[in-house]
């Protein structure tokens, strides 16, 4: 019976992510039967709570006590998303079978990539013009938002090559790996290429069964190729800002960039505006922040009103709990990956500390849903897979 039960339950996390490239919505409707079955089997639980989520765990509670005695106003929605981080997690930590999750999430990638060409292609069928730098249009096409699909697509080139390192002439994984990077460099997602550049690295350096001269071929072969698309990818460099004049490249970035515009405000807040060890206590307060600093330092009308309108967040999930929290839950936050990255757990985990790190760096990624459930769901596979090989 507790067989049958493991089973279904696997099959239910495997469902899960299969949608989580397809919909958010779905994977919702499954929580709830994930949790009834987390109940039935409540007595054999795994206990499974790394030092780094104990960490991540210690600054969101000091955000959230920042925010309950010392503001007017509880940012529920979000610590709400917070929270099913540890939700997720400990339910992700119950599954057994790993690599049929990793097939689920394949899958569900592959479909998605598919799904989103289709919408592509008839879209230029009827626009021949239409280049996929234009940011808004093309998060319309694209099943997820391009920063977002960028990162699904690094996580499963990651979960092809580990697996490709582990199993001799699955040829498949490969293939898969190339439409993977592929897509990220037909959709320019820039910092998806430059994580797949990176995985594919580590890769060569870790595959004990490629020689030598082989792995600076294929290093090599992955240089040129990714130079090769950039440069004959007008979506990519026209993303990019990329000109012949370095002058103008410059230029361009800082126009067009809007990080150019938000971290410059986020570090005038964090010297002139605020209380360095408290912060400014709620979100409400750090959008109010972030809007006076465009209004006052954005010269240009229209580009004025564009970053009002859109009301941009800090861009940097970093910057973001330093606005709202002050100084120790910064220190926090960068500690939950310092502790992850030296700790005794596997390869697997750090290498997916650095993606979630890396991310981090460029993008809110805690205020989505979907960001969380993903590192809710991708450190609790790969701590299981660690508590699996101390046993």
Known sequence: MFKKKQNFYDFLCGLFLFFIPI?????????????????????????????????????????????????????SSIFLKFSMIFVIFIFFTQAKNIKYLEYAFLGGIFTAVIGSSLEIWLYILEHPDF??????????????????????????????????????????????????????????????????????????????????????GFGIAAIVTIFIAMGLSDNLLERMKITNDIDKTKHLLKVYEPRFVIWPCSYEIVSNKMNLFIGLGNYKNVESELANCYSSTIKNPSKKEYYLLKRFNTHNQFLDFLLVGGIIPFILLLSVFWIGWFS??????????????????????????????????????YSRRTLNGKN
């Not at 499954?30 to 780094?52: S, T």
């Not at 730098?133 to 699904?152: D, I, Q, T």
């Not at 490969?174 to 439409?179: E, F, G, Q, R, S």
Request: hydrophobic share 55%.
């Open 23 to 75: 919909s958010v919505a779905l994977p919702n409707i499954l929580l709830p039967f994930l949790g009834v079955l987390f109940i039935l089997n409540f007595r054999n639980i795994n206990k499974i709570i790394p030092r780094y989520l104990l960490m991540f765990f210690f600054t969101i509670m000091i955000i959230f006590l920042r925010s309950y005695f010392f503001s007017n106003n509880i940012d």
């Open 131 to 216: 280049l996929l730098a234009n940011g808004s249009l093309v998060n319309e096409l694209l099943w997820l938002e391009r920063p977002y699909f960028g990162f699904l697509n690094t996580l499963g080139l990651y979960i092809c090559l580990n697996n490709a390192r582990k199993s001799k002439g699955r040829y498949d994984y490969y293939i898969l790996a190339i439409i993977l990077l592929a897509f990220n460099i037909y959709i320019s997602a820039r910092l998806g290429i430059l994580l797949c550049a990176l995985i594919m690295f580590v890769f060569l350096i870790k595959n004990h069964n490629i020689k030598k001269y082989h792995k600076l």
């Open 344 to 381: 005794n757990g596997t390869f697997e985990v750090k290498v997916i500390l650095i993606l979630f790190f890396a991310f981090f760096m460029v993008e809110n990624v805690l205020h989505r849903q979907l960001g969380c459930y993903l590192f809710g769901i991708f450190t609790a596979l």
